[in-house]
């Protein structure tokens, strides 16, 4: 079963910032897409249920970034009982700071849509009732525990023994209310402005210093550079944004420099 965790990142400043993230997120096993957005600060990641709020944030530090989960939401989905929607299950988990104490809040409610008639002196009601149960979980970060242990009753579908007051034929959906902006695509182009070019002769290797503009921050010089060690033949690849420089070193006979300008504008 999937969910999707919604994150609040710290330090980004440009596009690479996104990139990086992503880039590193991506590399742990069970996450299966990520979106980060720098200009609000914020990243929506879909995993698989098995990994964690702490392997997320341990991603997004790894790529050198602050990362908070806000909450998570896990559809699960029961196709015959969905199809008879009278009644819905729904579940919030937010992560609150690691000092609050676990909380758990029952709500539930009833909406009718329709209109009231007399008949014989008697009131009358048509139209559709929908009743709403909702479950709210605060869980301290850090407590992988608490989370474990409450995902995995909602993966079981037997949420009902948590809340007593709900019903055993109740169609269970586990949702969460989204607060996000949308996210807004942002295009940063990377230039080559110079090329200095060193070829070794006796192992076929030419040495290539590339004069880069268009770097933000050192994300965009790490996006670069992972870009760069992915062309076939690139052996090593070290940007420097401080100095605005690239150093590639590749085989010539399996890539050229165009490759590599390719790279860096990508």
Known sequence: MEKTVKLHIEGMH?????????????????IKSAKINFQTGTGDVITESNVNSEQITAAVFRAGYKGDVL???SPEFDTQ??????????????????ESPFKIKLESSVIADGEFSQENNTPIFKGKINQIKKGEFEIPQGRSDIEKAIQNII????????????????????SNVKNSLPSQNIREDKEVAKIEIKEDKQKGD????????????????LVIEKSLKKVSGVKDANVNFNAEKARVIFDSSKSGVNDLIQAVKT
Do not use: R, W
């Open 81 to 98: 009982a969905k199809e008879d929607e009278k009644s819905d299950v729904v579940i919030e988990k937010t992560f609150v700071d690691a």
């Open 71 to 73: 909450n998570e939401e």
């Open 206 to 221: 030419q040495n290539v210093n590339l004069i880069l503009s268009g770097m933000h921050c050192a994300s965009c010089a």
């Open 155 to 174: 993966n079981s579908s037997k949420i009902g023994q948590i809340f007593g007051l709900f019903s055993s034929d109740s169609n269970l959906s586990v």
């Open 14 to 30: 440009c596009g690479s910032c996104e990139k990086i993230i992503e880039m590193e997120l991506l590399d742990v096993p069970g």
